[in-house]
């Protein structure tokens, strides 16, 4: 237990300590968020906000995993690789952004052939060391999907990797979301003796503390696709790795909804011309129905300790 509070306050005084330095350098690299014409008005007042803010998360969960995790292969091996390749997806997409000065940075299809790489890898490994046993919610039991295994966790790991993007649209939402989640992920994982994936949770609990003083409303800085990205293919790596999966609805149920709420209203659209929310994600949804963000994040952020508690239960 004592490794655990260790982990996560040398994560936690890692961004503390490195934000000063970080967003600095950022606001000289003139790395200010452009913000999307088609959002809600409201956000317009946050252009120039730096953002790429992820590096100082990543730094972070380095840090915390190197003081406390020598060895680098395995199933610690394996969750790293998922996170930072998605961070290095991000980077890129932040980094053209800002060179380019646009809200857009990688086309859609160049992200998704990224993380379909490394979701395959993750799968792929999961299918060889886990098996392709998947717990069942609510219940004793296991569904093996054999070979189907690998494409399904793949699709898996992609949806999830692009709702906590999603989900990154508020001061503080997907930080506070993941410290829920992945404090969860540590004591389960704690209390299933893994090792690798406990320390690994609690840097990411530690990571997103510090990283969230300089997040929260109103934020110094945003964590950009280079630290949702990274933060998705974290998440993802737990839920597979722990053969969580299809708790993901339950336990990740508001990356789940934000994921959702896009294809649905893209869907919808389609279809008849019309649209089911105000605007999507569904964060910007509240927004607009006259919600603070600061509301909706401490909503959303009891929503998933609710959910967290019921996945605790489930599996008890």
């Known amino acids: 237990m004592n490794n655990i509070i260790y982990t996560i306050l040398i994560g936690a005084l890692t961004g503390l300590l490195l934000g000063p330095i970080v967003i ?23 252009t120039g906000t730096p953002t790429m803010g992820g590096i100082l998360i990543i730094l972070s969960l380095i840090t915390a995993t190197l003081f406390m995790n020598k060895s680098f292969n395995g199933i610690y091996a394996v969750t790293m690789i998922t996170t930072l390749g998605c961070g290095l997806i991000g980077l890129l997409d932040d980094g053209i952004k800002i060179i380019k000065k646009r809200s857009l940075g990688l086309r859609a299809y160049q992200k998704l052939i990224g993380q379909f790489i490394f979701a395959l890898i993750l799968s792929y490994y999961a299918y060889l060391n886990i098996g392709s046993r998947l717990f069942i919610p609510f219940t004793k039991n296991t569904i093996d999907l054999g070979l189907l295994y690998i494409p399904f966790i793949t699709l898996i790991i992609v949806f999830t990797i692009n709702s906590v993007n999603l989900t990154d649209g508020l001061d503080g939402l997907a930080s506070t979301v993941t410290i829920i989640i992945f404090s969860f992920f540590t004591f389960v994982c704690y209390a299933h003796n893994r090792i690798e994936l406990t320390i690994f949770s609690a840097a990411i609990v530690g990571s997103c503390l510090g990283f969230l003083r300089y997040n929260s409303h109103k934020a110094q800085i945003f964590m950009g696709d280079t630290g949702s990205l990274a933060l998705g293919g974290a998440v993802a790596a737990l839920f597979v790795l722990t053969g969580l999966t299809l708790y993901l609805p339950i336990i990740g ?11 649905l209203q893209i869907g ?49």
């Open 253 to 263: 149920i508001i990356y789940v909804v934000e994921g959702a709420s896009v294809l």
């Open 24 to 46: 600095p350098i950022l606001k000289i690299l003139k790395a200010g968020q452009n913000i999307r014409d088609d959002g809600p008005r409201s956000h317009l007042k946050k």
């Open 268 to 316: 919808y659209f389609k279809l008849t011309g019309k649209r089911i929310f105000k605007m999507a994600p569904l964060h910007h949804h509240f927004e607009l129905s006259g919600w603070h963000e600061s509301k909706v994040v401490a909503v959303f952020g009891i929503i998933s300790a609710i959910a967290c508690l019921i996945g605790f239960l489930t599996l008890l």
